[in-house]
């Protein structure tokens, strides 16, 4: 199969086309674990996966790449994340109960928004919409790309609940648009099936589309989850509302607030010693942490 959590950048030697494939496996089943997602989503959750991990191998900067959608159909919530240092994580939110039997991506996310967002860690963040009327995330991303980049650009996307892989190819930003190489490489990128990407390795793949290309493979990067919550963001968040208000929500709910972690299940308690400390403190948290 394509590389398990690994990515792997590609260049072609000859023609001005970058891309990358990726490969999702114990990650993948990370995301998964988080909750009882059904079929046709935890597809779409390796897919996002997969697109985010691809979306970031051409950083050129330290940060992180995320996309996240919002619809009214049912499936509510989608969000994937991954970091210049390969660390995923993903997360969706659905309906209870039957998901239709929808398989476009705009049956599912009914009167959908997407953004693409890219957060530098020292710098402005940047962010894009990416509009939903196509069948699969392939297709609105590549649209995204021709549309609002102009970067003719192919990617493809495969998961089965197991694995999820995907393969992306770019023109350089700097080569300008399509020509007949471009082209080519497009048509035989096509000729590619999903259960290739998911299990041939990446060699083999590349054999088999572009063995009369030459082809630079880099080296291959490991990829994990990893969620980078912390009880301090979780109280940077808490400090929207004023001090007595978070006092009166502790008392409500027993003395303390809970707030767990959407990505990751990790749960940080505030007590009300706590919410005093956060306001006594210059609004930082003591380096203790919880006072208990
Ligand atoms: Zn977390």
Known sequence: MSSPD?????????????????????AYAEVLARADYPERLQILLGELLAAVALLTSNLKIEGRVS???QGEGAVRILMAEATHDNHVRAIARFDEGELPDAERLDELLQNGRMALTIEPKDGQRYQ??????????SDCLERYFSQSEQLPTKIQLAADGKHAAGMLTQVLPAA????????HIVALAQTLKSEELLQLDNETILYRL??????????????????DCSRERSANAMQMMTQDELLELAEEQGGAIEMSCQFCNELYSFDTADIRALFHNDGRLNDEGSLH
Not at 6 to 26: H, M, W
Not at 128 to 137: C, D, P
Request: with cysteine.
């Open 176 to 183: 300008g648009t399509g020509s007949a190489d471009w082209e």
């Open 210 to 227: 572009y063995h009369e290309e030459t082809v630079r493979l880099f080296e291959s990067e490991d990829l994990i989850f990893n969620c």
């Open 6 to 26: 690994q990515i792997q950048r590609l260049l072609f030697d000859d023609i001005d086309v970058r891309g990358a494939i990726v490969g999702l496996d114990k």
């Open 67 to 69: 996309l996240q959608a």
């Open 128 to 137: 894009g919409v990416v509009s939903l009327e196509g069948a699969t995330l």
